[in-house]
């Protein structure tokens, strides 16, 4: 029985219903779906989908319980098309009113894909024009996670202007969205965008435990060991950490009155810490009136780029560690009194762009609803230089740049609901690691692709686009080999295409503007591979390279029909003989190939193509897609 009353009560702190299903989502067609979620054990759930309008089907779909109070309902959904009221009863009885039934597609990556419509070029236009009410969106709210988390809670939108530029970095993400419009345009079915990705995180972050390759082991061995009872939580280890290295100035009877003053939130760089590496202490008294507002507290840093932790009164309330990820911490009642109180937050950066990244408008404290501005003078001292003492402790407690957290947290609550398919723009955050990227990035679509349980679905990347640095000389670079690492990864799984952006970047801006047309060239993947349409998805694909001993390295191509060669820079190859030595080569278009020659190079034997870290791009086939970059050495 007591069994029993503890399952009743876990169950009872669950959801009944998954909050990834909801008013106005999307249901995948033609698939085998389920909705799940939590009642009483052993508790009887019934599913009925009813449309809104006469003339088809009623879907019908019994089930039970399990003893843990989860449940599933497995069910063929109506035809294409919609809306629909999904009505589901099991002690209690939830509708999901404007449900359409088309195609779900998962968008996933780091900041290029949580770039938001917002940010994209001719925003404004977009946006106005954003009224697609059969495309619906849904964005996973940023949740780190050492452990696997059943449900995350956020909402299905129905795509229009005033949604569309919700939430996010700048709105729901412009890939994501470009991508789902093409589909929407050219099919004429409901399309259902999952917005889940996080700036600056790693593809490992991304990959479940049991599917991540070994160079990991360590880490998600550091991931699970904060999970056994009794481990020490990141904050204490750091907190430990930064109180042995330095003094404690968390008190609240703290003497700052000879301290420097600065005006915050500011990085580093502008309150006279721009080359400086190490922790920092900034206070501030704040007013409370008597009596205190009603209502819980909050401490309200913004997105910072370094390691906090925070003290109200000598209190700690909580640390962060992540960049961009925003500090919102509870903070007791009880600490808090009329009149004056201190906070102290105890400041580590890592590199030159650390500090408070955002507005004074979101340096606040909050009591109830009542709002406190934190904004303007600070009192500031040094307190260590990271050069002079011990590491920091590994931040492994729910960090998104560690190994499974992302998986964990922002991609297991969705599994296994009925999808389409993916798209990912990621990898800027694994250059440097090409050669492991080549076996982790296959081996997370594998571990997506169980997770979610329907086969080897379309999975598709957009392979980096031009940034940084364009050599006068050809040489080696961690860009280019990323990209090839990326074009090995999709060669090497079932139902992948890739999107060649090199072309379209920014060589002095990482977040390129031009969203559209790299969810136009997904898309175009997405109509030949997922959904059989007859058309170009590729541009020029290395196939072989042969040289005759008479100078001439003739280099052919598949997906090269209508070869042409753009006016560059140089041409972008470069071709070698036997000693290695790269240099730029003429090139000439001959049919599906390029000759490429080269006074300085009397028998070439080897080719690299748009090998830089923002190369010269210059052929494409006559579709107007840009070649694929390669190397034969």
Same mark, same amino acid.
């Given at each position: 029985?007591?069994?029993?009353?503890?399952?009743?009560?876990?169950?009872s702190?669950?959801?009944?219903l998954?909050?990834?299903?909801?008013?106005?989502?999307?249901?995948?067609?033609?698939?085998?779906?389920?909705?799940?979620?939590?009642?009483?054990?052993?508790?009887s759930?019934s599913?009925?989908?009813?449309?809104?309008?006469?003339?088809?089907?009623?879907?019908?779909?019994?089930g039970?319980?399990?003893?843990?109070?989860?449940w599933?309902?497995?069910?063929r959904?109506?035809?294409?098309?919609?809306?629909?009221?999904?009505?589901?009863?099991?002690?209690?009885?939830v509708?999901?009113?404007d449900?359409?039934?088309?195609?779900?597609?998962?968008?996933?990556g780091?900041?290029?894909?949580?770039?938001?419509?917002?940010?994209?070029?001719?925003?404004?236009?977009?946006?106005?024009?954003?009224?697609?009410?059969?495309?619906?969106?849904?964005?996973?709210?940023?949740?780190?996670?050492?452990?696997?988390?059943?449900?995350?809670?956020?909402?299905?939108?129905?795509?229009?202007p005033?949604?569309?530029?919700?939430?996010?970095?700048g709105?729901?993400?412009?890939?994501?969205?470009?991508?789902?419009?093409?589909?929407?345009d050219?099919?004429?079915?409901?399309?259902?965008?999952?917005?889940?990705?996080?700036?600056?995180?790693?593809?490992?972050?991304?990959t479940?435990?049991?599917?991540?390759?070994?160079?990991?082991?360590?880490?998600?061995?550091?991931?699970?060991?904060?999970?056994?009872?009794?481990?020490?939580?990141?904050?204490?280890?750091?907190?430990?950490?930064?109180?042995?290295?330095?003094?404690?100035y968390?008190?609240?009877?703290?003497?700052?009155?000879?301290?420097?003053?600065?005006?915050?939130?500011?990085?580093?760089?502008?309150?006279?810490?721009?080359?400086?590496?190490?922790?920092?202490?900034?206070?501030?008294?704040?007013?409370l009136p008597?009596?205190?507002?009603?209502?819980?507290?909050?401490?309200?840093?913004?997105?910072?780029?370094?390691?906090?932790?925070?003290?109200?009164?000598g209190?700690r309330?909580?640390?962060g560690?992540?960049?961009?990820?925003?500090?919102?911490?509870?903070?007791?009642?009880?600490?808090l009194?009329?009149?004056?109180?201190?906070?102290?937050?105890?400041?580590?950066?890592?590199?030159?762009?650390?500090g408070?990244?955002?507005?004074?408008?979101?340096?606040?404290?909050?009591?109830g609803?009542?709002?406190?501005?934190?904004?303007?003078?600070?009192?500031?001292?040094?307190?260590?230089?990271?050069?002079?003492?011990?590491?920091?402790?590994?931040?492994?407690?729910?960090?998104?740049?560690?190994?499974?957290?992302?998986?964990?947290?922002?991609?297991?609550?969705?599994?296994?609901?009925?999808?389409?398919?993916?798209?990912?723009?990621?990898?800027?955050?694994?250059?440097?690691?090409?050669?492991?990227y080549?076996?982790?990035?296959?081996?997370?679509?594998?571990?997506?692709?169980?997770?979610?349980?329907? #086969?080897?679905?379309?999975? *598709? %990347?957009?392979?980096? @686009?031009?940034?940084? &640095?364009? /050599?006068?000389?050809?040489h080696?670079?961690?860009?280019?080999?990323l990209?090839?690492a990326?074009?090995?990864?999709?060669?090497s799984?079932k139902?992948?295409?890739?999107?060649?952006?090199?072309?379209?970047?920014?060589?002095?801006?990482?977040?390129p503007?031009?969203?559209q047309?790299?969810?136009?060239?997904?898309?175009?993947?997405?109509?030949?591979?997922?959904?059989?349409?007859?058309?170009?998805?590729?541009?020029?694909?290395?196939?072989?390279?042969?040289?005759?001993g008479?100078?001439?390295l003739v280099?052919w191509?598949?997906?090269?029909?209508?070869?042409?060669?753009?006016?560059?820079?140089?041409?972008?190859?470069?071709?070698? #003989?036997?000693?290695?030595? *790269? %240099?730029?080569?003429? @090139?000439k278009?001959? &049919?599906? /190939?390029?000759?490429?020659?080269?006074?300085e190079?009397?028998?070439?034997v080897?080719?690299?193509?748009?090998?830089?870290?923002?190369?010269?791009?210059?052929?494409?086939?006559?579709?107007?897609?840009?070649?694929?970059p390669?190397?034969?050495?």
């Amino acid at each position: 029985m007591m069994t029993l009353f503890v399952m009743a009560q876990l169950a009872s702190t669950m959801p009944f219903l998954s909050p990834v299903f909801g008013d106005h989502m999307v249901l995948q067609r033609d698939k085998l779906n389920e909705l799940w979620g939590w009642t009483q054990p052993n508790a009887s759930v019934s599913l009925t989908i009813n449309p809104d309008k006469g003339g088809v089907r009623t879907v019908t779909a019994m089930g039970k319980a399990d003893a843990n109070g989860k449940w599933t309902l497995r069910f063929r959904p109506p035809v294409t098309g919609g809306p629909y009221t999904v009505k589901i009863q099991g002690g209690q009885t939830v509708e999901l009113r404007d449900v359409l039934v088309g195609d779900v597609w998962i968008c996933s990556g780091q900041s290029n894909m949580e770039f938001g419509i917002t940010m994209a070029n001719n925003a404004k236009e977009e946006i106005q024009n954003a009224n697609r009410p059969t495309i619906r969106l849904y964005a996973v709210p940023k949740s780190p996670s050492n452990t696997l988390r059943p449900f995350v809670e956020s909402q299905w939108l129905t795509c229009t202007p005033e949604n569309i530029v919700k939430g996010g970095c700048g709105g729901f993400t412009a890939v994501g969205y470009f991508f789902g419009r093409k589909l929407n345009d050219d099919l004429k079915v409901p399309i259902g965008l999952i917005h889940t990705s996080w700036g600056g995180t790693p593809a490992e972050s991304w990959t479940s435990a049991k599917g991540i390759i070994k160079d990991f082991q360590k880490q998600v061995e550091a991931v699970e060991a904060m999970n056994e009872p009794g481990a020490p939580h990141t904050a204490d280890l750091v907190e430990q950490w930064a109180k042995a290295n330095g003094p404690d100035y968390s008190g609240a009877d703290v003497d700052d009155s000879a301290w420097d003053s600065v005006d915050l939130p500011a990085r580093f760089g502008r309150i006279g810490l721009a080359n400086f590496r190490g922790a920092v202490w900034f206070r501030k008294m704040v007013d409370l009136p008597d009596p205190l507002p009603d209502g819980d507290a909050q401490l309200t840093t913004g997105s910072n780029d370094g390691i906090d932790l925070n003290f109200v009164n000598g209190v700690r309330t909580d640390f962060g560690s992540s960049v961009l990820n925003w500090r919102n911490h509870a903070v007791p009642r009880s600490v808090l009194h009329p009149g004056k109180n201190v906070i102290s937050i105890c400041f580590t950066g890592m590199s030159g762009g650390a500090g408070f990244t955002t507005g004074a408008d979101a340096f606040n404290l909050r009591i109830g609803g009542k709002w406190f501005p934190l904004g303007g003078p600070w009192k500031m001292k040094k307190a260590f230089e990271l050069k002079d003492v011990a590491p920091v402790p590994p931040l492994v407690e729910n960090n998104p740049y560690w190994p499974t957290t992302l998986y964990n947290g922002m991609l297991y609550p969705l599994m296994p609901m009925a999808i389409k398919g993916a798209i990912w723009y990621q990898g800027e955050s694994n250059v440097g690691r090409a050669e492991q990227y080549s076996r982790l990035l296959p081996a997370m679509i594998t571990d997506w692709r169980k997770g979610f349980g329907q #086969g080897d679905f379309p999975f *598709f %990347v957009v392979q980096l @686009a031009n940034f940084g &640095g364009r /050599s006068a000389q050809p040489h080696d670079a961690g860009w280019p080999e990323l990209r090839e690492a990326q074009t090995k990864a999709v060669n090497s799984v079932k139902n992948a295409g890739l999107a060649v952006t090199v072309d379209i970047g920014e060589a002095r801006d990482i977040h390129p503007k031009n969203k559209q047309e790299v969810g136009r060239r997904l898309a175009l993947s997405a109509l030949k591979i997922a959904y059989g349409k007859k058309l170009e998805d590729s541009g020029p694909t290395f196939a072989e390279a042969d040289s005759k001993g008479d100078g001439k390295l003739v280099v052919w191509f598949h997906h090269a029909k209508g070869l042409v060669l753009r006016p560059g820079a140089t041409s972008g190859f470069a071709i070698c #003989g036997k000693d290695g030595k *790269f %240099v730029w080569a003429d @090139a000439k278009v001959v &049919g599906e /190939s390029v000759v490429l020659t080269s006074p300085e190079v009397a028998n070439p034997v080897d080719v690299r193509y748009a090998w830089d870290d923002d190369p010269v791009a210059t052929l494409y086939n006559g579709d107007g897609l840009p070649a694929v970059p390669f190397r034969t050495r």
